[in-house]
């Protein structure tokens, strides 16, 4: 079992930053690849950015790339999202999922554990 628990959601203006974090616990922590979903009202969750195991890959939606970076902490246990020049169209509740594989899935159905998600709006 793994255990996740996301913070830093808010409210920011368009241009803005924000950082998410995902505390971990339970299972160990390097055998789990890490990703951030997000769900706007009315839409499916899609995929944002994931992390393997080792830390070493990393892989980004077109929507987000060269604006989000996912990082992972071993040493705390946390799988972190950097989001810099925010746009309206992000706002969703942000979700930190953790997948038993070394290389993590893209789609929302490979992955075995949710945490409870963070909202993120942000203002035009």
């Known amino acids: 079992q793994v255990q996740l628990v996301e913070s830093g959601g808010g409210l920011v203006q368009a241009g803005g930053s924000l950082r998410l974090s995902c505390a971990a616990s339970g299972r160990t922590f390097s055998s789990v690849a890490m990703g951030w979903f997000r769900q706007a009202p009315g839409k499916e969750r899609e995929f944002v950015a994931a992390i393997s195991r080792s830390g070493g890959s990393t892989y980004y939606a077109d929507s987000v790339k060269g604006r989000f970076t996912i990082s992972r902490d071993a040493a705390k246990s946390t799988v972190n999202l950097q989001m810099n020049s925010l746009k309206p169209e992000d706002t969703a509740v942000y979700y930190c999922?953790?997948?038993?594989?070394?290389?993590?899935?893209?789609?929302?159905?490979?992955?075995?554990?949710w945490g409870q998600g963070t909202q993120v709006t942000v203002s035009s």
């Open positions: 999922a953790a997948a038993v594989t070394s290389q993590p899935p893209r789609s929302a159905g490979g992955y075995n554990y």
